[in-house]
Each structure stands twice: as structure tokens, then as C-alpha cells.
């Protein structure tokens, strides 16, 4: 099972950024009902939840994001998204995909970077 993010880059404060987690190498009911998530760490912080979205469609976020980021599944193409608008700096880390079902899995990380 592999999952590959993608999407992160260098964007100013106030912009948006879409980041993608494809993955592969899994059938498709272990997708479906699975939790999905994306996960942040910053430099020098712990690694923290940044959204879930659950194999019923509901999503959870922490109050730091909240109204700001949006996570959506495609099961049919087995990716899950994170839609980040109105960006601060606060939001620069490497964000991390995971799928949490029969097994965790989790994928390599992709840079956000929000200057200020």
C-alpha cells in the first residue's frame, strides 16, 4: 500500500493551497472504510491532526483550521483532499496523508509553506 501527497508548495499568507493523497495498492472497501486524515508537524512540534474525514463522510477539524480547510474523499478514485483557503503562517509544516482502517497507514509528506 502506498500513498503519495502531493499539491504542497510556497504560498503568501491569505492564499490557498489544494493538497491530494492518491493511493494504491489497495482494494477499494479497505479505502471506503477507512478514516482518512491529514496530519502536520511543524518544525520542532509535534506532529498534529489537521483534519479526518470518516468512511460516513464526516469530517472533523480542530479549532486552528477550522472554516478554513476542507477535506473530501473521491472513494472511486481512492484519493482523499485537503482544500486549505485563507493561509497564515501558522499553517506552514509537512502534511502528512493517513489511512486508518484494518491497518494505519500513512504517506511520505508533502511542504506547505505560508509566508507571511
Known amino acids: 500500500v502506498q500513498l503519495q501527497a502531493s499539491g504542497g508548495g510556497l504560498v503568501q499568507a491569505g492564499g490557498s493551497l489544494r493538497l491530494s493523497c492518491a493511493t494504491s495498492?489497495?482494494?477499494?472497501?479497505?479505502?471506503?472504510?477507512?478514516?482518512l486524515a491529514w496530519y502536520r508537524q511543524a518544525q520542532g512540534k509535534e506532529r498534529e491532526l489537521a483534519a479526518v474525514?470518516?468512511?460516513?463522510?464526516?469530517?472533523k477539524y480542530p479549532e486552528s483550521v477550522k472554516g478554513r480547510f476542507t477535506i473530501s474523499r473521491d472513494n472511486a478514485r481512492r484519493t482523499v483532499y485537503l482544500q486549505m483557503n485563507s493561509l497564515k503562517a501558522e499553517d506552514t509544516a509537512v502534511y502528512y496523508c493517513?489511512?486508518?482502517?484494518?491497518?494505519?497507514?500513512w504517506g511520505q509528506g508533502t511542504q506547505v509553506t505560508v509566508s507571511s
Open positions: 493517513n489511512l486508518n482502517g484494518l491497518a494505519n497507514y
Open positions: 495498492g489497495i482494494i477499494l472497501s479497505t479505502f471506503r472504510f477507512g478514516n
Open positions: 474525514i470518516h468512511s460516513n463522510g464526516t469530517a
